[in-house]
């Protein structure tokens, strides 16, 4: 097996923060989007039950600001809570964006979405450090993210594939087991 090393950067095709939601508690209206906020990245899981709804008739949300399947989240701010790491495994029930506190990445084509995500999550020690600020103000550096994360995968899209569904099956059983 041929391994490549790239910097996180090179290997991404968006990177952002999310909105500043105008909240409503309607959630059954057909104008509310769930939002994730830095509650629902938790254990490398997302919770969905922590969200809050955001009105799209108060605020239009950019297209690419929609949360889908492969995006890897990434808590952006706060002592304890910066650098916390999930990915959306599965298409979301509704749709949904993510607040201005998480980071969202989504793969580019050069690299499987699950296997850079479990790469990612695996380096959630050394991306918590690299939260910069001083009194429970910190914030991630997206610069450093992107250029000091270095991700070694296979050259062949096949074994990363390969890889990625053995940690979902993984990760399947100890959800059931859970």
Not at 14 to 27: H, N, Q, R, V
Not at 33 to 47: A, F, H, M, S, Y
Not at 79 to 89: D, E, K
């Amino acid at each position: 097996m041929s391994w490549i090393e790239a910097s996180l950067g090179d290997l991404i095709s968006y990177i952002g923060k999310g909105i500043a939601p105008k909240y409503t508690e309607d959630a059954s209206s057909p104008n509310s989007v769930l939002v994730l906020g830095q509650k629902c990245v938790r254990n490398q899981k997302i919770d969905y039950s922590q969200g809050r709804y955001h009105d799209k008739e108060l605020k239009v949300i950019k297209p690419a600001k929609i949360a889908a399947k492969g995006d890897i989240l990434i808590n952006a701010t706060g002592v304890g809570s910066a650098g916390r790491i999930a990915q959306i495994i599965h298409n979301p029930q509704r749709e949904c964006v993510t607040d201005g506190h998480v980071i969202t990445l989504r793969a580019s084509s050069r690299i499987n979405p699950y296997y850079l995500g479990y790469f990612i999550k695996s380096k959630q020690t050394v991306i918590e450090q690299l939260a910069e600020g001083s009194t429970g103000q910190t914030e991630m550096n997206r610069s450093r993210l992107q250029n000091e994360i270095l991700v070694t995968f296979p050259e062949s899209d096949e074994d990363q594939r390969r890889i990625a569904e053995f940690g979902l099956v993984i990760d399947k059983k100890i959800a059931q087991n859970a």
